[in-house]
């Protein structure tokens, strides 16, 4: 079981009904993957990834001009391969897998106070690279840096929402 929780930097772009939105800010980042080793130094596993845009800044034609702030948030359901350089605790990892996003718009004024994008299933995955110590015989504790990246279409116009995701991150790792 590997637990990572840090923060993120990145953005989501895509075509909303008034013409491209672009979101892009700082946010939290976490996931949680659980498997086993198939062979030495090799793991197999499940993963659940979230990344997390807060107050983010709005851009683009589709922009709405009562936009006060924005969020963005992507989740990743995905299987993943992760290879240890023992002799060093290093690890890589990646996964490939079934990705949603959201992002809201908060507006001043008016009568409509969100507009909210949401999608359908498409594609997403995360790529890592870490560094851990073992603090006991089963637990490891270190830092990961990850990126990420989703395609997804929009559930109201189908048309495809980009995100892409840098985060820095803390681990803890279960063997």
Do not use: C
């Not at 963005?72 to 023992?86: Q, S």
């Not at 997804?152 to 790792?173: D, I, V």
């Amino acid at each position: 079981m590997r637990a990572l929780m840090g923060i993120a930097a990145g953005g989501m772009r895509g075509d909303a009904s008034s013409g491209q939105l672009r979101i892009s800010g700082a946010g939290l980042s976490e996931s949680f993957a659980f498997g086993g080793a198939i062979r030495e130094n090799v793991i197999l596993f499940g993963e659940y990834s979230i990344e997390a845009l807060l107050n983010g800044s709005v851009s683009g034609a589709g922009n709405s001009p009562d936009t006060q702030e924005s969020t963005a948030t992507v989740l990743t359901f995905a299987p993943g391969i992760a290879y240890y350089f023992e002799s060093r605790n290093l690890y890589l990892s990646g996964s490939l897998g079934l990705a949603l996003s959201m992002a809201e718009e908060r507006l001043n004024g008016g009568g409509v106070t969100n507009i909210q994008h949401d999608s359908n299933g498409g594609l997403g995955g995360n790529l890592a690279v870490g560094k851990e110590w073992w603090v006991s015989a089963n637990w490891g504790l270190g830092a990961a840096l990850r990126a990420s990246f989703a395609r997804t279409p929009e559930k109201t116009t189908g048309s495809a929402w980009l995100s892409y995701f840098a985060a820095a991150l803390f681990s803890a790792t279960y063997n």
